[in-house]
């Protein structure tokens, strides 16, 4: 099993729709979570942290439980714009000198006119 | 933007050839990474360094080795290179105020 895992998608969607991506992570001692975005060749950039009390940034609103192990990223209004890669992170603390970031593979989402 | 710069940013090479990527950051971040991106296995680690001459591996490192003798360059070279380097690869830095990694631009590798 991966440490990390998402559903690859794509998910295809119109302007306008919600839509919710999921993420789960196998290491219950992990202590932070990220969503990042990835354009087409180009370098995966943050979106959002994710805080134990969800978190919204605009129409973007990331959750976090804590006891099933999953995050979650949910986009409103979905916008041409948004067709990406969406990276779930898990930073896991295994102590020594640095943290243990753990990517996952991404979800493809094309948002369609 | 986190001032991370990377060359080179496309490279073709042959088999069995050194080759050395450079990752240079300005803002003089103490911890530096080297990840390789491939599709179906998304990102992962090869090197980093949290601070000069202080280097580690990650969890593909076979083929790699990194150095870095000054705090703003982190150096990746592929001592004989694969078809199997084929990637590419990015630099990040991360702040420790925010816990966040940033990633440069990317290099993109093909070894024939």
């Known amino acids: 099993r991966k440490e990390v895992e998402q559903d690859p998608g794509p998910f295809n969607v119109p302007e306008g729709a919600t839509v919710a991506f999921n993420c789960t992570y196998s290491?219950?001692?992990?202590?932070?979570f990220f969503w990042y975005r990835q354009d087409c060749r180009k370098e995966p950039k943050l979106l959002m942290s994710?805080?134990?009390s969800g978190n919204e940034d605009g129409r973007f609103t990331a959750q976090l439980n804590r006891a099933s192990q999953y995050i979650s990223l949910l986009i409103r209004d979905s916008k041409l714009s948004d067709s990406a890669t969406y990276l779930c992170?898990?930073?896991?603390?295994?102590?020594?000198?640095?943290?243990?970031?753990?990517f996952g593979t991404g979800t493809l989402l094309a948002v369609q006119p | 933007d986190a001032g991370i710069t990377q060359s080179p940013r496309h490279k073709v090479t042959e088999t069995g050839t050194p080759v050395t990527l450079r990752c240079h950051q300005t803002?003089?971040?103490?911890?530096m990474y080297w990840y390789r991106q491939d599709p179906g296995h998304g990102l992962r680690l090869i090197h980093y360094?949290?601070?000069?001459?202080?280097?580690d591996k990650g969890e593909v490192s076979d083929g790699y080795s990194v150095s870095r003798s000054k705090t703003e360059d982190f150096l990746l070279t592929l001592e004989s290179a694969t078809s199997s380097q084929t990637s590419v690869y990015f630099c990040?830095?991360?702040?420790?105020?925010?816990?966040?990694?940033?990633f440069g631009e990317g290099s993109w590798l093909t070894v024939v």
């Open positions: 990040a830095i991360r702040t420790v105020a925010r816990n966040t990694i940033y």
């Open positions: 290491n219950s001692a992990s202590q932070s």
């Open positions: 994710v805080y134990s």
């Open positions: 992170v898990v930073n896991s603390n295994y102590g020594g000198a640095t943290n243990k970031l753990i």
């Open positions: 803002e003089n971040h103490r911890y």
């Open positions: 360094s949290y601070g000069v001459k202080d280097t």
